[in-house]
C-alpha cells in the first residue's frame, strides 16, 4: 500500500508519480484544487474506486433520493496501454472524507496535483 503525496503543479509531475498498488490511499484538503491524473500503462482496462473512510450516505430533498458515498467513486474503464484521465477532486469530495482509499488501479500510474 502506498500513500500518495502531493506534488504542486509547478514540480515536475513525474516527480511525485507512483505506480498504484492493489490498494494505496491519500487525504483530501478541500479548496486545494486537487487533481487526480491516472495513466493506465497495462494491457486491460482498469476501473478504479474511491473511498473515503468518512464518507456517509445522504438524502436530498425534495425527492427523497439517496446517494450512498460510503461505497465509494468509481472511474469507470480506463482504456488499456492508453488510458489517461484527470480527476477533479473538489467535484467528488462527498466520496472523499477522512482518509481515501484507492482500489482497482494496480500498475497504473498517478500523480497527486495540489496547488
Do not use: H, W
Not at 64 to 93: E, H, K, M, P, R
Amino acid at each position: 500500500m502506498a500513500a500518495l503525496t502531493p506534488v504542486t503543479r509547478s514540480a515536475n509531475f513525474s516527480s511525485g508519480e507512483i505506480t498504484f498498488s492493489a490498494s494505496d490511499t491519500f487525504v483530501y484538503t478541500p479548496g486545494k484544487n486537487m487533481e487526480l491524473r491516472i495513466r493506465n500503462v497495462t494491457a486491460g482496462a482498469l476501473t478504479g474506486t474511491f473511498t473515503g473512510s468518512g464518507a456517509a450516505s445522504k438524502t436530498y430533498s425534495p425527492d427523497g433520493g439517496t446517494v450512498n458515498y460510503a461505497a465509494g467513486y468509481s472511474t469507470g474503464s480506463i482504456t488499456a496501454t492508453t488510458g489517461d484521465i484527470t480527476l477533479d477532486l473538489d467535484q467528488l469530495q462527498a466520496y472523499l472524507p477522512g482518509t481515501v482509499t484507492i482500489t482497482g488501479l494496480t500498475s497504473a500510474k498517478g500523480v497527486l496535483l495540489t496547488d
